[in-house]
């Protein structure tokens, strides 16, 4: 099959580049559908989508944008536009890839157009805004989005720009050569596992144990991104059940924290979609702050743990935990499927143990009791004399995710 890439650039600044991109992608055989997303000026060679079509897409005409003077507006409109054409070009099999390339504005349409397409779909932007000072999480999301820093400004074709275009070319079409047939194949069961740091031992062990029983395990960093991509797969129908054993990001969302999901719907997709789920409070004691000499004084005071230079694992108090225990409960309620409820008595993560900075068995405990108190009464919660990350508590509740899972096999 004739592989296509869709590129996406905004032509009344960008159409040099654009055009010269698309002749090094099809120097390489793959066939490329151009998008205009620009708002000004018309582009002078020929485009699939024209910007008239990519404005209309959005809702509102392009001559009526640019009468409104609102850049922002003029924006948001295109990235609508570019969103659904993108969507749709790729759910009728016209596409196998998208790649685009911009500044500020072009950044913000190109990566949204991608983030709308699964796992998987090759995703490359080159962009002047791929590194510095700006975060630029919001650009990528949960996708397996590829930025490229332009390093100069995509202003002209240059001995710069020209060796930065032909290295995007070469970095698209090799992805796209690869799409064949569905786009991700599990060679087991496929199931859903959250870990973090603090809780690696347990959840490495955990992985074993589920990969020798035939399950295909993929693993998900809760560092505010990881879990809400969980989430995201989750609902794109990609695992038979999942493993909760970490529910960091929800504490520090609610916290504020420096891993906090990105989104409030952490805890929520297994829920929706009626897979069973089991789950333990992995590292929901504590928030992640920056390094201890930033802290403020309030934060020093409390019970605090020292994860490298840059992170400091700072202790919930124990009237926190019951707040963050009833938001957990408040997801878990909502759940269609079989959940079960694990609860290490020995400690929620690995500096929360007896003899360890982090250790406080009376907020363990107040996040426990508010925890039992509000689920429903049809979610089992089954507590173990044991640390999360050690075996006599890992075994137990592999065996339990087995048991939900048999059916599911």
């Known amino acids: 099959m004739e592989k296509t890439v869709l590129l996406i650039a905004t032509f009344d600044t960008k159409e040099e580049e654009a055009l010269f991109l698309k002749s090094k992608i099809e120097s390489e055989g793959i066939r490329v559908v151009l998008m205009d997303a ?6 002078r060679s020929k485009v699939d989508i024209p910007q008239t079509e ?39 099999g016209r596409i196998q890839g998208v790649i685009s390339i911009g500044g500020a504005q072009g950044t913000d349409i190109g990566c949204t157009a991608m983030r709308c397409l699964p796992t998987g779909v090759p995703k490359l932007m080159v962009s002047t805004v791929a590194s510095g000072q700006h975060q630029f999480g919001h650009y990528v999301g949960t996708k397996d989005l590829t930025m490229m820093h332009s390093v100069g400004d995509i202003q002209g074709l240059n001995f710069l720009t020209k060796r930065i275009l032909e290295n995007a070319a070469g970095a698209i079409t090799g992805m796209v050569r690869r799409v064949e047939g569905p786009l991700m194949v599990p060679v087991g069961t496929p199931v859903a596992l959250s870990m973090l740091g603090t809780t690696t031992i347990g959840a490495l062990r955990a992985k074993r ?29 990609a695992f038979k059940g999942v493993l909760d054993l970490n529910l960091h990001e929800i ?14 719907d952490r805890l929520e997709a297994a829920a929706e979609m009626g897979i069973p789920q089991v789950v333990a409070p992995g590292s929901i004691t504590y928030t992640v702050q920056g ?21 400091t694992l700072v202790r919930f108090y124990p009237e926190e935990l019951k707040e963050v225990a009833k938001i957990v409960a408040s997801k878990l309620n909502k759940a269609r499927g079989p959940v079960k409820v694990f609860i290490p008595l020995k400690g929620f993560c690995l500096p929360d143990r007896e003899g360890w900075p982090n250790w406080d068995p009376e907020g363990d405990r107040a996040f426990v009791d508010t925890l039992k108190k509000m689920l429903r009464p049809s979610i089992e919660v089954v507590e173990l004399n044991a640390h999360i990350n050690d075996p006599q508590f890992i075994d137990p509740v592999i065996d339990g995710f087995l048991s939900m899972m048999e059916p599911k096999r």
């Not at 620009?38 to 582009?43: C, N, T, V």
């Open 209 to 237: 144990l589920l990969e020798e029983k035939g399950f295909e395990v993929v693993t998900f960093h809760q560092n505010g991104t990881g879990g809400i991509a969980m989430e995201d797969m989750i609902r794109e129908g």
């Open 38 to 43: 620009g708002i000004l000026a018309p582009p």
């Open 54 to 92: 990519v404005a209309k897409r959005g809702g509102v005409s392009l001559e009526q944008l640019v009468a409104t003077g609102n850049k922002k507006e003029c924006t948001l409109n295109m990235i609508r536009g570019a969103e659904a054409i993108t969507r749709e070009l790729y759910e009728q």
């Open 291 to 311: 390094p201890l000499d930033s802290l403020p004084e309030e934060m020093k005071r409390r019970k605090h743990f020292a994860h490298g230079p840059s992170h």
């Open 251 to 264: 504490g520090d969302r609610w916290f504020g924290g420096l891993h906090g999901a990105i989104r409030d």
